[in-house]
């Protein structure tokens, strides 16, 4: 297990008795080097979204675990945040809350000269996503294949 995965399953690990007290669902936490810092980042929701209170109540309780697990080597910034409506598919429970919606997937390359496909999301395994376009077609994509996969919106 690489020092990113660690810190970022320890982290899920001290959140997740917050989640359950306050009614809310971890959706994410991600370590990542963002230019010369490094950020610790919780993804946090609920029914009827998450509001900014809702972000500081979390981010003051896990500094205090931070502050004295201290597991985390490196100088970090610590942010709690919304998933936002563009959240990637990244767990089991995201592809079963979005079973009959419809996303947006972008491939690493060219499939028939496209990169981005649109289409209700129809069945999904451990390593592929089936989604049904438009024209009633589907496709079925490897997980392995695909560099964004999120819910689709429009404005």
Same mark, same amino acid.
């Given at each position: 297990?690489?020092?990113?995965?660690?810190?970022?399953?320890?982290?899920?690990?001290?959140?997740?008795?917050?989640?359950?007290?306050?009614h809310?669902?971890?959706?994410?936490?991600?370590?990542?080097?963002?230019?010369?810092?490094?950020?610790?980042?919780?993804?946090?929701?609920?029914?009827? *979204?998450?509001?900014?209170?809702?972000?500081?109540?979390?981010?003051?309780?896990?500094?205090?675990?931070?502050?004295?697990?201290?597991?985390v080597?490196?100088?970090?910034?610590?942010?709690?945040?919304?998933? *936002?409506? *563009?959240?990637?598919?990244?767990?089991?429970?995201?592809y079963?809350?979005?079973?009959?919606?419809?996303?947006?997937?972008?491939?690493?390359?060219?499939?028939?000269?496209?990169?981005?496909?649109? *289409?209700?999301?129809?069945?999904?395994?451990?390593?592929?996503?089936?989604?049904?376009?438009?024209?009633?077609?589907?496709?079925?994509?490897?997980?392995?294949?695909?560099?964004?996969?999120?819910?689709?919106?429009?404005?």
């Amino acid at each position: 297990m690489t020092k990113r995965e660690q810190y970022e399953k320890r982290t899920e690990e001290l959140l997740q008795p917050l989640m359950e007290e306050y009614h809310f669902e971890l959706v994410d936490v991600e370590y990542v080097k963002e230019g010369s810092s490094w950020y610790l980042r919780a993804y946090i929701d609920k029914d009827g *979204g998450i509001t900014v209170d809702d972000c500081e109540i979390v981010s003051r309780r896990m500094s205090e675990l931070l502050d004295k697990y201290d597991y985390v080597e490196d100088s970090y910034i610590f942010e709690v945040s919304s998933p *936002g409506l *563009g959240r990637p598919l990244k767990k089991e429970k995201d592809y079963v809350r979005s079973m009959g919606k419809e996303l947006e997937i972008r491939t690493y390359r060219a499939i028939n000269k496209e990169k981005e496909f649109y *289409g209700i999301l129809k069945a999904y395994d451990a390593d592929t996503v089936t989604i049904e376009t438009e024209e009633k077609r589907e496709l079925t994509f490897a997980k392995t294949d695909i560099a964004l996969i999120r819910l689709a919106f429009d404005f």
